[in-house]
């Protein structure tokens, strides 16, 4: 009986190791393997350099150039308003190397979630910059008083409801609408691009605010146009030598 278990363990093991092995097939004229396979003796690439900050690459760029790929041009590509990669040209093996990236830190607000009046006031202030409309923002939310069934109407583009004008009086208020706001959404660097804005409140007892972006992310443009031309007028006092070498795209 054991020998019979010792055989069907060798079985098994056969089994497991036939499995591993790797077949190479060719179908229709392309040759596939059923295994990745990792290429030894392949150039090896260096690890990026991660930071939040675009001055940071700007220095090593300024700096450490001597650690750029020989006979290779640099691409600064702003892959997105929080994404910025310094790679290589393709080399022979038409790839290329990433040197260093920066990836933005930004507060976050919720667009399309309502908040209660406390924390909308909090959200606003921590994450717009100071602007007519943000003030004005913060002047309407904070007065709006609890809904009574005098003190709303909604026609679903005009939306007013009861504000506190003073000490003691109220007076039916216009919600503004649309509005044009900056959030910090991109690099600390750089411009933040404005955008509008449909301001709802919420037909609840207790007053709710809520945000929606309503220009189908335009910003992004304006946020990638601003980093680049960051870029563009940092690196401008480098050597040519340098600068010869470096293109910026987005």
């Known amino acids: ?23 190479v097939l060719e179908i229709h004229g392309k040759t596939y393997a059923n295994r990745q396979l990792i290429r030894y003796g392949s150039p090896e690439r260096a690890e990026p350099v991660r930071t939040s900050s675009l001055v940071s690459m700007v220095e090593y760029i300024a700096r450490c150039n001597h650690e750029f790929p020989a006979d290779l041009k640099m691409l600064i590509h702003v892959v997105d308003p929080k994404t910025v990669r310094l790679i290589s040209g393709l080399d022979k093996e038409r790839k290329r190397e990433c040197l260093f990236e920066c990836r933005a830190e930004t507060s976050e ?5 309502w908040y209660d009046q406390e924390r ?23 007065n709006v008083e609890k809904q009574n069934t005098q003190s709303y109407s909604d026609d679903g583009t005009t939306q007013v409801a009861t504000a ?7 007076s039916d208020v216009v ?7 900056i959030p910090y959404r991109t690099f600390q660097e750089v411009d933040q691009p404005a955008s509008q804005f449909v301001f709802r409140l919420g037909n609840k007892e207790e007053p709710t605010f809520a945000l929606f972006e309503a220009e189908n992310n335009i910003w992004k443009n304006d946020a990638v146009s601003n980093i680049k031309l960051f870029f563009k007028e940092s690196l401008d006092p480098l050597p040519e030598e340098i600068l010869d070498r470096i293109m910026i795209i987005g």
């Open 1 to 23: 009986m054991m020998e019979g278990l010792k055989e069907a363990l060798q079985y098994v093991v056969g089994l497991g190791n036939d499995s591993q092995k790797t077949e």
């Open 109 to 113: 607000f919720d667009f399309g979630y």
């Open 120 to 142: 909308f006031l909090i959200e606003l202030q921590a994450n717009f910059q100071p602007s007519p409309d943000r003030d004005l923002l913060l002047k309407f939310s904070g």
């Open 164 to 170: 506190r004008i003073g000490v003691a009086s109220k």
């Open 175 to 181: 919600v503004p609408n649309p509005v044009t706001l």
